[in-house]
C-alpha cells in the first residue's frame, strides 16, 4: 500500500531526473556527431565521430587548461576550507571583543556584486604584481563569507562535550580544533568541497581579467577560444572539448555522492 502511495512521488522524481539529464545526454550525442551532421535533431547519430575527441585535444590546448583549472580549483579548495573552518570556529566558539561586528561586516560582503570590486581587485593584485601568474589566479578566489558563515553555523551546533574532554586531556584550543572539531566537520566540508570546486572550475570572469598569457587559461576560457575564433567555429570540436571539460566534476559528484547526501540530511536535520 506504501509503495502505491509514494508512486506519483516517484514518476515526478524520475521525469525531473530524466528532464536534468537531457541536457548533458544532448552534450555527448552531438559531440559524437560528425562536423556536417553536428546540428541534426536525430536521437542517436548513424555514425559515432570519436574522432572528435582526438581532434579536440591533439588541435588544442584543452589538456594544459584542465591541468590550469585542476592546480586552481583544488588549491583554493583545500585552502578555503582550511582558513573559513579556522574562522567560523573561532567566530563561534572563542569569545573576543568585536566578535559580533566582525561576522556581520564578513557576512555584508556577500551583499557586493563581484562587478563591483573587480577593478579594486585588478589594481590590488596588480600592485603585488600577481598579474599573470597562478597566485593572482588563486588568491583572490580563496576568501569567500559564505564558507565562513556555513562553518560558523556549523560549529554553533558542535557538542561542547567533546570540547571540555579535549580540554581535561590538556589540548589547547587549536589542538582540539585540529583533532576534534575539524576531523568531525566531514558533513558540512564535503559540501562546501564540492560547490567550491565546480565555482572555481566554472570561474571564466576573473581568470579572463588576470591572464593574458595562454599558458595560464583555465579551461573555461579555451573553451571560449574555441567559439568564434575568426569566421568559423569547428561545433564538434567545441562540443567534445566541453564534455571533455565537464568529465572532472562529473566525477567529483559521483565519488563524493554518498557523502554529499549525508551533509544535507545532517545540516537539515541541524
Do not use: C
Amino acid at each position: 500500500m506504501r509503495t502505491w502511495k509514494r508512486m506519483p512521488q516517484n514518476v515526478i522524481a524520475v521525469l525531473l531526473g530524466l528532464v536534468m539529464v537531457f541536457p548533458i545526454y544532448l552534450l555527448v550525442i552531438s559531440s559524437l556527431r560528425s562536423e556536417e551532421n553536428v546540428l541534426d535533431v536525430t536521437w542517436v547519430p548513424m555514425e559515432l565521430a570519436w574522432s572528435n575527441f582526438t581532434e579536440a585535444i591533439q588541435t588544442t590546448h584543452l589538456l594544459r587548461s584542465i591541468g590550469n583549472s585542476l592546480v586552481v580549483s583544488i588549491t583554493v579548495t583545500v585552502v578555503a576550507m582550511l582558513f573559513h573552518a579556522m574562522s567560523g570556529y573561532a567566530l563561534a566558539r572563542l569569545r573576543f571583543p568585536g566578535r559580533k561586528y566582525i561576522f556581520a561586516w564578513m557576512l555584508s560582503t556577500l551583499m557586493v556584486p563581484f562587478a563591483v570590486i573587480t577593478i579594486p581587485l585588478y589594481l590590488i593584485t596588480k600592485s603585488f604584481g600577481m598579474l599573470d601568474s597562478y597566485a593572482g589566479l588563486i588568491i583572490p578566489s580563496i576568501f569567500n563569507a559564505y564558507g565562513i558563515f556555513l562553518f560558523r553555523q556549523f560549529y554553533r551546533d558542535f557538542p561542547k562535550e567533546l570540547e571540555e574532554a579535549a580540554y581535561i586531556e590538556g589540548l589547547s584550543v587549536a589542538g582540539t580544533f585540529f583533532r576534534i572539531a575539524l576531523p568531525l566537520s566531514r558533513s558540512i566540508i564535503i559540501p562546501l568541497t564540492i560547490g567550491f570546486f565546480v565555482a572555481n572550475w566554472n570561474a571564466y570572469l576573473w581568470p579572463l581579467i588576470i591572464t593574458q598569457h595562454e599558458s595560464l587559461w583555465v579551461v573555461q576560457q579555451q573553451l571560449a577560444n574555441l567559439v568564434g575564433g575568426g569566421y568559423y567555429t569547428p561545433w564538434n570540436v567545441v562540443l567534445a572539448a566541453a564534455v571533455i571539460a565537464a568529465l572532472p566534476t562529473l566525477l567529483l559528484f559521483f565519488m563524493a555522492q554518498r557523502y554529499l547526501v549525508e551533509g544535507i540530511k545532517m545540516t537539515g536535520i541541524k
